[in-house]
């Protein structure tokens, strides 16, 4: 059982920025490298759609609406990956989830919101 753990959520103003961080405590590091890791989002009514996501070798893949304004990173050494947000706007809002994929499978974190609003 893969166990992810996210934080970094909240409200902020447009504009602003976060930053939301998924780590895996329970994971040797050597397991860690295995997973490609994701960041997904949600609102009510629609898809979970990919955000953002980062292979081991640091090859990284953007939804178009969030490409030049979001950044994927992972630290092998602390378990973690981050999304860093910026320049966020209220069709940005949803509850985040960080995803660890390995062959074609997704595991997934608990899901973290966020707001954009004024």
């Known amino acids: 059982q893969v166990h992810l753990v996210e934080s970094g959520g909240g409200l902020v103003q447009p504009g602003g920025s976060l930053r939301l961080t998924c780590t895996a405590p329970?994971?040797?590091?050597?397991?860690?490298?295995?997973?490609?890791k994701a960041w997904y989002r949600q609102v009510p009514g629609k898809q979970r759609e990919l955000v953002a996501q980062?292979?081991?070798?640091?090859?990284?893949t953007y939804a178009a609406s969030v490409k030049g304004r979001f950044a994927i990173s992972r630290d092998n050494s602390r378990k973690t990956v981050t999304l860093q947000m910026n320049n966020l706007q209220p069709d940005d809002t949803a509850v985040y989830y960080c995803?660890?994929?390995?062959?074609?499978?997704?595991?997934w974190g608990q899901g973290t919101q966020v707001t954009v609003s004024s």
């Open positions: 995803s660890f994929i390995l062959n074609e499978e997704n595991y």
């Open positions: 980062i292979t081991d070798g640091r090859t990284t």
């Open positions: 329970r994971m040797i590091t050597s397991v860690f490298t295995m997973y490609t």
